[in-house]
C-alpha cells in the first residue's frame, strides 16, 4: 500500500497516478508479483471489493485518475452504455476527451472540426487576397525590370568603350 500511495499525486480533484501506465492509459502496479490496475486497487483498498464481472467507470474521464470518489462500478452494459452517448461528431469524429471542446451550456464541439473549419477559412482567405493581388496587378501597369536594368546598365557599358 506505501508502494502504491508513492506513486500517486493528489490534486484537489483527480489522484493522478504515476507509475507506469498500460497501453490503455490506465496505471497499473505489481504487488506481490502481480500486476493490478491501479484504480481498481484503489477502489479496493479505499472502498471495497468490486464485485465479479463489474467494471469500474471513471466519472471523471481520466482513466489515470485512482481516486476512488471519481468511479462507480458498474456492469459492463452499464459501462458501454454510458461510453455510447460520447458518440462522434456529424463528421464521425470521436469525441474523445482530447477531441471534445466542452462549452459551459453542457454543449459540445469537435476539435477536429473546428481546426478543419479554421485551416479552411485561412485557405478562403489567402485565396481572396492572391485574388486581389492578382486583380491590383491586372489594373496597375508594373514596371518592367527588363527595361529599367538595361537603362541603368548603359552608362557603364559606354565607360567601358
Ligand atoms: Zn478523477
Ligand atoms: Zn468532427
Not at 4 to 19: H, P
Not at 79 to 98: F, I, K, Q, S, W
Not at 119 to 130: G, H, M, P, Q
Not at 139 to 150: F, G, I, L, N, S
Request: glycine residues 4%.
Amino acid at each position: 500500500m506505501n508502494r502504491f500511495w508513492a506513486k500517486v499525486e493528489k490534486t484537489d480533484t483527480c489522484w493522478i497516478w504515476t507509475g507506469a501506465l498500460n497501453n490503455c492509459g490506465y496505471g497499473v502496479l505489481r504487488s506481490d508479483s502481480v500486476m493490478y490496475c491501479a484504480h481498481r486497487f484503489s477502489y479496493e483498498r479505499n472502498v471495497g471489493e468490486i464485485p465479479d464481472g463489474l467494471e469500474i467507470d471513471h466519472l471523471c474521464r481520466n482513466r489515470a485518475c485512482v481516486n476512488p470518489e471519481h468511479m462507480e462500478v458498474v456492469t459492463h452494459a452499464e459501462n458501454m452504455r454510458r461510453r455510447v452517448p460520447a458518440g462522434t461528431c456529424v463528421n464521425g469524429h470521436d469525441y474523445t476527451l482530447e477531441n471534445t471542446i466542452q462549452r459551459r451550456d453542457g454543449s459540445r464541439r469537435c476539435r477536429a472540426c473546428e481546426r478543419a473549419k479554421k485551416a479552411e477559412y485561412r485557405a478562403l482567405k489567402l485565396a481572396a487576397r492572391f485574388e486581389s493581388v492578382a486583380a491590383c496587378r491586372r489594373m496597375v501597369p508594373q514596371p518592367r525590370r527588363a527595361t529599367v536594368r538595361k537603362a541603368a546598365a548603359m552608362p557603364e557599358a559606354h565607360r567601358a568603350d
